[in-house]
């Protein structure tokens, strides 16, 4: 079998397209330098077998429901790849067949491509449940959101399983994010509501951030279409 073209990739697979292994899209990601020497510690961190069991089997969601039964795709994530943080990027979006330069905006938009940042700032009743780094000193508020897509995860079961790897690992970060923009993408939304369906790229998007009701999350589209209209990664000193 011929190898691979190696080259971006610029658009969607179709709906329901399976997501290339790990070896699969690691062989079609370019080399390219590191601009967030700050993450090395998490772009080098691949999950071992028993981190991942936990996420796709351990925590449920109030529904009952662990990581894989929520979204089938979640099957598919492994975090299992390390390299420059735009290298990782690169990666999950082969994988997921997303056009890799909307990853890049997102993570743009997210996190300035950083896995230290914290966001979604919030008033719980048991901090102590989120990791040392969400939490505020002398106050009952944590950051729920961490990673380079910043991934919100609760203990109520809000992206159930995703913590402590959405801030271990710089892949297994973006390879979920992959997995949760496909759900939609790939019309596997059962509840999601007026106006859903396949292939709704932008739409899909916008899901990461607030997928009801469907296709409102306009302001962060925007957004996101803003930094990738100007290259924001590509630009001096990002």
């Known amino acids: 079998m011929d190898a691979p073209p190696v080259g971006p990739i610029t658009a969607w697979r179709p709906p329901g397209a399976r997501p290339l292994t790990d070896d699969e899209a690691a062989r079609r990601v370019r080399p390219t330098p590191e601009n967030r020497p700050d993450n090395a ?5 691949r999950p071992t077998a028993t981190e991942i069991d936990a996420f796709r089997h351990g925590q449920r969601d109030p529904y009952g429901r662990t990581a894989v039964r929520y979204n089938p795709l979640a099957a598919f994530v492994t975090g299992g790849f390390s390299g420059t943080t735009d290298e990782i990027l690169q990666w999950s979006a082969h994988k997921w067949g997303v056009p890799e330069d909307i990853l ?25 449940s989120y990791p040392p780094q969400s939490r505020i000193a002398g106050t009952s508020d944590v950051y729920q ?11 109520e079961g809000l992206h159930p399983g995703t913590e402590p790897l959405r801030w271990k690992s710089t892949a297994f970060n973006a390879d979920y994010w992959g997995a949760v923009v496909r759900y939609y993408f790939d019309g596997l939304c059962g509840w999601c509501g007026a106006g859903y369906g396949a292939g709704q790229g932008w739409a899909s998007i916008g899901a990461w951030y607030s997928p009801s009701p469907w296709n409102a999350a306009a302001t962060y589209v925007t957004h996101v279409k803003a930094h990738l209209a100007l290259r924001t990664w590509a630009q001096p000193g990002f």
């Open 145 to 155: 959101s961490l990673g380079i897509t910043q991934i919100k995860w609760t203990p």
């Open 41 to 45: 510690d998490e772009n080098r961190h």
């Open 104 to 128: 890049r905006a997102v993570a743009v938009n997210e996190a300035g491509w950083r896995m230290s940042q914290l966001g979604n700032r919030a008033r719980v009743p048991n901090p102590g």
